[in-house]
């Protein structure tokens, strides 16, 4: 089995929305804007032989504030910048009850099963509690973009943005 990497979308990949101090997934395209450093440390993660995917919730498809043809046009810009084996999405608002939505694994398993990954090897990256305690429900390394909206304390690292988390997990994985 191989190792993975669960990357968020939202405050991990593509730039986050604050607004009176919550975090919001774009609605529209021109807000979709990737993090500057996305493209190169994911590169720096598959050099690794890491599989990389993105896993992230996306209510607002059930709720109708975003059409499945406008994600799936962020998610078309997303792979063309970002070399990313697989983008999982969980549509469902927190009332659906689905297994898929964060903090539940749901997710995890899925790409794990897809992908031949060893879950307990692998690792999630996320700025919120939800990715951290889906990871960790999952058996995985949990590493933290600390935000004034994370909400998070349990992460097994926290970091300041994406380079410092990938070159953590780069040095864990060459002392493995």
Not at 10 to 37: H, M, N, Q, S, W
Request: charged residues 25%; aromatic residues 6%.
């Amino acid at each position: 089995m191989t190792r993975g990497v669960f990357l968020d979308r939202d405050g991990v990949l593509v730039k986050e929305i604050v607004r009176g101090g919550r975090a919001y997934a774009p609605t529209r395209l021109e807000d979709f804007r990737l993090v500057p450093e996305a493209p190169a440390q994911v590169n720096r993660l598959r050099a690794a032989g890491l599989v990389c995917i993105v896993f992230t919730n996306q209510p607002e498809v059930s709720s109708g504030a975003l059409s499945r043809d406008l994600l799936d046009t962020m998610h078309a810009q997303l792979r063309e910048s970002v070399a990313v084996e697989d983008i999982l999405v969980c549509p469902h608002g927190a009332a659906d009850g689905c297994d898929c939505r964060k903090p539940l694994p749901g997710m995890l398993h899925t790409g794990a099963a897809k992908w031949s990954l060893n879950l307990t090897e692998s690792f999630v990256v996320g700025d919120r509690w939800r990715d951290i305690d889906a990871g960790r429900a999952a058996g995985c390394f949990t590493l933290l973009l600390q935000r004034s909206y994370s909400a998070s304390d349990n992460a097994d690292v926290t970091c300041q943005h994406l380079t410092e988390a990938v070159d953590l997990i780069l040095a864990r994985v060459t002392d493995a």
